[in-house]
Nanobody, 123 residues
Framework: VQLQASGGGLVQPGGSLRLSCAAS????????LAWFRQAPGKEREFVAS????????VYRDSVKGRFTISRDNDKSTVYLQMNTLKPEDTALYYC?????????????????WGQGTQVTVSS
């Protein structure tokens, strides 16, 4: 599967952005999906994940209540709605996919990656 992320940009603290990640192929519903982010000089970190039918979502503690991951299997797209953004959310955001069931939140669990979309939160 090929993943194409979009929707990043510059936003003021407290603002919102919606990231999208469109996938190629007809088997989108086979994939367990996630969003990761990587700030300059830091390791790539887990943000959120969603199960194949969208019934189960998981978030890192720092984004709970502010971010929402969702998917539309008919459109082969996964989304990340980000509200009440903070400067510490600034990073390059990546979508990722795997056909397996991840055991951990590590990026090594995922086989397919989008190219990343930049989110900058600054006044």
């Amino acid at each position: 599967v090929q993943l194409q992320a979009s929707g990043g940009g510059l936003v003021q603290p407290g603002g919102s952005l919606r990231l999208s990640c469109a996938a190629s192929g007809r088997t989108f519903s086979r994939y367990f999906l996630a969003w990761f982010r990587q700030a300059p000089g830091k390791e790539r970190e887990f943000v959120a994940s969603i199960s194949r039918k969208g019934y189960t979502t998981v978030y890192r503690d720092s984004v709970k209540g502010r971010f929402t991951i969702s998917r539309d299997n008919d459109k082969s797209t996964v989304y990340l709605q980000m509200n009440t953004l903070k400067p510490e959310d600034t990073a390059l955001y990546y979508c990722a996919a795997t056909t397996q069931d991840p055991v951990t939140r590590g990026p090594h669990e995922y086989d397919y990656w989008g190219q990343g979309t930049q989110v900058t939160v600054s006044s």
